[in-house]
């Protein structure tokens, strides 16, 4: 079992930074794929970017590329979603998903999910 945790969500501006942190509890972590997903009002949850066990390996939305960064540090049971020149529809709440599979880009393939953390893009 992977208990997860979202901060560093808040409201900026434009073309500011801002970095996701997701903290898992557990033994296995590292034995886990990670993904981030998000969901805007109205709108389905969809994938933003996964990385596999060993942080050998990522993939990206098509939106977000080149602009998010994921990471891991398996040492101390966390992940990271870097987010820079944000947009306005950027705007959701990010969620960190774990996956017993890798390069899964759809949240049915998630066994574990945090609560969430908003972000909010004022244009």
């Known amino acids: 079992q992977v208990h997860l945790v979202e901060s560093g969500g808040g409201l900026v501006q434009a073309g500011d930074s801002l970095r996701l942190s997701c903290a898992a509890s557990g033994r296995t972590f590292s034995s886990y794929g990670m993904g981030w997903f998000r969901q805007a009002p109205g709108k389905e949850r969809e994938f933003v970017a996964l990385?596999?066990?060993?942080?050998?390996?990522?993939s990206y939305a098509d939106s977000v590329k080149g602009r998010f960064t994921i990471s891991r540090d398996n040492a101390k049971n966390m992940v990271y979603l870097q987010m820079n020149s944000l947009k306005s529809e950027d705007t959701a709440v990010y969620y960190c998903?774990?996956?017993?599979?890798?390069?899964?880009?759809?949240?049915?393939?998630?066994?574990?999910w945090g609560q969430g953390t908003q972000v909010t893009v004022s244009s």
């Open positions: 990385i596999n066990r060993s942080a050998g390996s990522t």
């Open positions: 998903a774990a996956s017993k599979d890798y390069g899964l880009e759809y949240p049915g393939g998630y066994d574990y």
